[in-house]
């Protein structure tokens, strides 16, 4: 995942969390810390979700049929004036 720091100001201690959803049930989850970004910078970030609840499904998907996947991803950050 790209993350870009749109503001004027450097931040700190930027850390990516990601959260992913099949079929409507939460599956798992991971984060990844990024670091320190300068302002209008872009890092990349990437992290993998390991869970049992994930294994058991894939084991499952002809059960399921199709997949619906949704992610949602938060970026935290603290900067200093």
Do not use: E, F, P
Request: hydrophobic share 35%.
């Amino acid at each position: 995942m790209r993350i870009k720091n749109v503001s004027r100001q450097t931040v700190y201690s930027v850390r990516l969390t990601a959260k992913l959803k099949v079929n409507g049930r939460s599956v798992g989850s991971c984060s990844d810390w990024v670091g320190t970004m300068r302002a209008g910078k872009v890092r990349v970030a990437s992290c993998t979700v390991r869970t049992g609840r994930l294994a058991g499904m894939w084991r499952d998907r002809y059960d399921y049929g199709r997949w619906y996947v949704r992610a949602h991803t938060s970026v935290r950050y603290l900067y200093y004036r």
